[in-house]
Nanobody
Framework: QVQLAESGGGLVQAGGSLRLSCAAS???????MAWFRQAPGKEREIVAASSWQTGNIYYAESVKGRFTMYRDDGKNTVELQMNSLNPEDTAVYFC???????????WGQGTQVTVSS
C-alpha cells in the first residue's frame, strides 16, 4: 500500500508562488499520480495528473499555464509548482496515486494553500 505525504503548503499573497511536494513510501513506478484540491464548500477537483505510460501530464483549465507538475520516479516524489496564484486557488491540496484505471486508490493527508488578495 502506497503512503503519500504532502508538504509545502502555506499562506501566500496573490501573484505569488508555492511549490508543493509529495513523497511516497515506496516506488510509484507504474502508478498514475495526481494532484487534487478541495476548496471550502466545493467538491474535490483534479488539478494535474501524470501518466506513467505516456509521460503526458494533464492540467485543469483553471491552472494551465500557471501550475507545473513534476514527477521523479527515482526519488518517489511528485511536485507541483504553482505560480501566479490567486485567491481562487485557496484549497487543501492532495496528492493521489492509482495503479490502473478508475478512481485513485491512495491519498495523502492534504496540505493547506491559502492565497490572500
Amino acid at each position: 500500500q502506497v503512503q503519500l505525504a504532502e508538504s509545502g503548503g502555506g499562506l501566500v499573497q496573490a501573484g505569488g508562488s508555492l511549490r508543493l511536494s509529495c513523497a511516497a513510501s515506496q516506488s510509484f513506478s507504474g502508478y498514475y499520480m495526481a494532484w487534487f484540491r478541495q476548496a471550502p464548500g466545493k467538491e474535490r477537483e483534479i488539478v494535474a495528473a501524470s501518466s506513467w505510460q505516456t509521460g503526458n501530464i494533464y492540467y485543469a483549465e483553471s491552472v494551465k499555464g500557471r501550475f507545473t507538475m513534476y514527477r521523479d520516479d527515482g526519488k518517489n516524489t511528485v511536485e507541483l509548482q504553482m505560480n501566479s496564484l490567486n485567491p481562487e486557488d485557496t484549497a487543501v491540496y492532495f496528492c493521489a496515486a492509482k495503479s490502473g484505471g478508475g478512481a485513485y486508490d491512495y491519498w495523502g493527508q492534504g496540505t493547506q494553500v491559502t492565497v490572500s488578495s
